[in-house]
């Protein structure tokens, strides 16, 4: 039985206050989690609410009804309470951060009363014949910096890796080859939200230089490294356009034109987001024309929700999910749009937030569920805290 829960203000990696919590079992078991926040937020995602109130109601609703009421080790009656004290679709009452907090703190402290590796316990028997390929954040722009890129994250993307370890590597080579490139070209090597570059330069040359890097790295290590794009349309869609400072705007048909020209200029492995959040028509579209050699990712499309991935499965949106724990609220509603996507060809990719701390849950998750892809940036500390995670794990399996 759970017999204590404790919840306190931290700081995320932007500065902001999140939420930290602390469950203890009566057979010492003990689990801390804390949750990550969003800067480029889905419309449709489960609500974060100021850490402090998060942490007030959750203190009057859901602790009481965990401690010494449910089993640490069943994970999904501590998601159903959690569900059942919150009373609302989209945590509005206890606050999705102090959900996930207590869902992740939870699991850990169950994995650790079961002495088990956190990932065996979120994946039962562990399926581990894969493990998941890092998506490396390596120049980015949008909600994530000022004055940078209008394609939010450009993603190195070693699909070649002999094993997690060289792949996390191969990212950090790439994201330090785009920073002498820069260099040599004179420009400003500023850095965004995630550490990755946020130079002031075009959409254009962005594209040529990760290509450059990619290729170059890829030459070294002697595997493929191709790369790919989180374009987080949704935050560039207004009146029906898609807007491009420094560009003309583009319809919606002209957007889904130059992603699949993108797609096969630079062999693209993998778009993020290429088309407004509601827009899951558009979406279908353009797997249609290019789902057969890339992936198509719903983020904000479909954060991590089953009704609305089960809504693009019905129309064929998209081949691929970004599964966020925050953006639905507990580790059993992620895992439940992981095994949905997995039972429909729908590829995974398990992801951080840009707003992070050291927590290391996702990195298991994504081991524990056999999720294909991970995306958890590249270099920054709160980043390299799940990185060098999956490294120890891959050493254990
Ligand atoms: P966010 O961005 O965490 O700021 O929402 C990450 C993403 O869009 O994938
Ligand atoms: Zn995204």
Redesign the pocket.
């Given at each position: 039985l759970i017999t204590d829960i404790t919840l306190r203000r931290i700081l995320d990696s932007r500065g902001n206050a999140t939420v930290e919590a602390e469950v203890t079992t009566e057979d010492g078991g003990f689990g801390r989690g804390a949750a990550p926040s969003?800067?480029?937020?889905g419309e449709h995602e489960a609500l974060e609410l100021p850490a402090e109130e998060a942490i007030e109601k959750a203190e009057a609703d859901a602790v009481p009804a965990l401690v010494g009421e449910v089993d640490a080790t069943d994970q999904r009656a501590i998601d159903d309470t959690l569900h059942e004290v919150d009373g609302t679709d989209d945590f509005s009452g206890i606050g999705a951060n102090s959900a996930v907090a207590i869902s992740m703190a939870a699991a850990k402290a169950g994995a650790d009363e079961l002495g088990l590796p956190l990932f065996q316990h979120l994946g039962g028997t562990f399926r581990g014949d894969q493990f998941p390929t890092p998506l490396g954040n390596v120049v980015g722009g949008g909600?994530?910096a000022e004055e940078a890129t209008n394609i939010?994250e450009f993603l190195s993307a070693p699909v070649g890796a002999p094993s997690v370890t060289e792949a996390v590597f191969a990212n950090a080579q790439v994201h330090a080859r785009i920073g002498e490139l820069l260099e040599e070209k004179g420009v400003p090597a500023n850095k965004g939200d995630e550490g990755a570059w946020a130079p002031p330069i075009g959409d254009d040359e962005a594209f040529e230089i990760v290509d450059q890097a990619t290729t170059e790295v890829s030459d070294d290590l002697g595997f493929e490294i191709s790369f790919g794009l989180?374009m987080?349309a949704a935050e560039m869609y207004e009146d029906g356009e898609y807007v491009y400072e420094g560009e003309a705007n583009r319809s919606t048909a002209e957007q889904i034109d130059y992603v699949a020209e993108m797609v096969d200029e630079y062999d693209m492995a993998y778009v993020?987001d290429p088309l407004d959040e509601n827009d899951f028509e558009a979406f279908a579209e353009l797997t249609d024309r290019v789902g057969d050699r890339t992936l198509i990712c719903g983020?904000d499309l479909y954060v991590t929700n089953v009704e609305r991935l089960q809504d693009g499965i019905d129309k064929g949106s998209s081949n691929s999910i970004?599964i966020k724990p925050n953006q639905i609220g507990t580790l059993s509603d992620a895992v439940d749009a992981i095994e949905l996507g997995a039972e429909n060809g729908i590829v995974s990719a398990v992801?951080h937030?840009?707003g992070e701390t050291e927590d290391t849950t996702i990195a298991h998750l994504a081991v524990g569920a056999a999720a294909p892809y991970i995306k958890t940036g590249t270099v920054a500390g709160e980043r390299t805290a799940k990185l060098n995670e999956l490294i120890r794990i891959e050493e254990q399996v």
């Amino acid at each position: 039985l759970i017999t204590d829960i404790t919840l306190r203000r931290i700081l995320d990696s932007r500065g902001n206050a999140t939420v930290e919590a602390e469950v203890t079992t009566e057979d010492g078991g003990f689990g801390r989690g804390a949750a990550p926040s969003g800067a480029s937020t889905g419309e449709h995602e489960a609500l974060e609410l100021p850490a402090e109130e998060a942490i007030e109601k959750a203190e009057a609703d859901a602790v009481p009804a965990l401690v010494g009421e449910v089993d640490a080790t069943d994970q999904r009656a501590i998601d159903d309470t959690l569900h059942e004290v919150d009373g609302t679709d989209d945590f509005s009452g206890i606050g999705a951060n102090s959900a996930v907090a207590i869902s992740m703190a939870a699991a850990k402290a169950g994995a650790d009363e079961l002495g088990l590796p956190l990932f065996q316990h979120l994946g039962g028997t562990f399926r581990g014949d894969q493990f998941p390929t890092p998506l490396g954040n390596v120049v980015g722009g949008g909600e994530h910096a000022e004055e940078a890129t209008n394609i939010q994250e450009f993603l190195s993307a070693p699909v070649g890796a002999p094993s997690v370890t060289e792949a996390v590597f191969a990212n950090a080579q790439v994201h330090a080859r785009i920073g002498e490139l820069l260099e040599e070209k004179g420009v400003p090597a500023n850095k965004g939200d995630e550490g990755a570059w946020a130079p002031p330069i075009g959409d254009d040359e962005a594209f040529e230089i990760v290509d450059q890097a990619t290729t170059e790295v890829s030459d070294d290590l002697g595997f493929e490294i191709s790369f790919g794009l989180d374009m987080a349309a949704a935050e560039m869609y207004e009146d029906g356009e898609y807007v491009y400072e420094g560009e003309a705007n583009r319809s919606t048909a002209e957007q889904i034109d130059y992603v699949a020209e993108m797609v096969d200029e630079y062999d693209m492995a993998y778009v993020e987001d290429p088309l407004d959040e509601n827009d899951f028509e558009a979406f279908a579209e353009l797997t249609d024309r290019v789902g057969d050699r890339t992936l198509i990712c719903g983020d904000d499309l479909y954060v991590t929700n089953v009704e609305r991935l089960q809504d693009g499965i019905d129309k064929g949106s998209s081949n691929s999910i970004l599964i966020k724990p925050n953006q639905i609220g507990t580790l059993s509603d992620a895992v439940d749009a992981i095994e949905l996507g997995a039972e429909n060809g729908i590829v995974s990719a398990v992801s951080h937030r840009s707003g992070e701390t050291e927590d290391t849950t996702i990195a298991h998750l994504a081991v524990g569920a056999a999720a294909p892809y991970i995306k958890t940036g590249t270099v920054a500390g709160e980043r390299t805290a799940k990185l060098n995670e999956l490294i120890r794990i891959e050493e254990q399996v």
